[in-house]
C-alpha cells in the first residue's frame, strides 16, 4: 500500500464523526492489506507507531519537525511555527507548505507505507551523540519525498496527534466485518496482547489463529 492511500483513508475518516460509517470505512481497505502492512496501518490509523505494550519512543519533539519542515519547504523554522500557530494544526501547515513547495518540484519517490514505518522505527532506534542530527535527516528525508495530503498525516503521526477519531472499539469492529471473525475473539485478542495491529494481523490468518 502507498501511503498516499493510507493518507486518502485517513481523509475519509477525518471527514466523518459517524462510528459506523468509520467502521464501514476501514473494513473496506484491511482486507486488501498484507500480513506487513496490516499491522502498520492499523497501528497508524489510531494514531500509534508502536504497539501499546512498547515502551518505544519516535523520539521528535516538535522544535526537530518544525526544522525539518522549514528545510523542505526552503523557509525558516519561525515561519513553520507562525504558520502552525495561525492553523492550529500542525498536519494542516506542513500541507499548506507542501503544496506550495510541489509547486516547483517535479520529482516524488513514492511513499510506501511500509517504508515509512519502517524509518520511523529506524529512528526511534537512532542513539548517542549525533542522535538528534541523524533524526532530523531522515525526517528531512520522509518530508521531503511527500505529497501535501501525506504530509498533513505523516507530521500528526510522528507528532502522535492523528485528530480522526478512531478508537479501539471501531477498530475492532472493523476487523471483525473485515475478516469475518467474532467480536468477542477480536476483544480477547486485543486485551492479550495489548496490539490491534498484530491482531489484525491474526484475523487475516483466519479464526483459529486468535484463539
Known amino acids: 500500500m502507498l501511503f498516499m492511500d493510507f493518507s486518502r483513508a485517513c481523509e475519509q475518516l477525518e471527514g466523518t464523526s459517524g462510528r459506523l460509517e468509520m467502521i464501514d470505512i476501514i473494513s473496506r481497505y484491511l482486507p486488501d492489506l498484507t500480513l506487513d502492512e496490516l499491522p502498520v496501518f492499523v497501528r497508524f490509523v489510531m494514531g500509534r507507531i508502536f ?22 519547504a526552503g523557509i525558516k523554522k519561525e515561519q513553520v511555527v507562525e504558520k502552525i500557530n495561525l492553523t492550529g494544526d500542525a498536519g494542516r501547515a506542513v500541507e499548506e507548505l507542501l503544496s506550495i513547495k510541489s509547486q516547483t518540484t517535479f520529482f516524488h519517490e513514492d511513499l510506501d507505507l511500509v517504508r515509512v514505518y519502517t524509518e520511523l522505527i529506524a529512528i526511534a532506534d537512532m542513539e548517542g551523540k549525533k542522535s538528534q542530527r541523524e533524526k ?10 511527500a505529497h501535501p495530503l501525506e504530509g498533513r498525516y505523516l507530521a500528526r503521526i510522528m507528532l502522535e496527534e492523528l485528530r480522526i477519531g478512531v478508537g479501539e472499539g471501531s477498530v475492532r469492529d472493523a476487523i471483525a466485518r473485515a475478516f469475518l471473525v467474532d467480536s468477542a475473539h477480536v476483544e480477547h485478542a486485543m486485551q492479550a496482547l495489548n496490539d490491534a495491529g498484530e491482531v489484525a494481523r491474526l484475523a487475516k490468518l483466519g479464526p483459529g489463529a486468535l484463539q
Open 51 to 72: 504497539p501499546d505494550w512498547s515502551s518505544k519512543k519516535l523520539g521528535i519533539g516538535p522544535n526537530l519537525l518544525y526544522e525539518a519542515i522549514g528545510y523542505v
Open 136 to 145: 532530523l535527516l531522515a525526517v528531512r528525508r520522509l518530508l521531503g519525498n
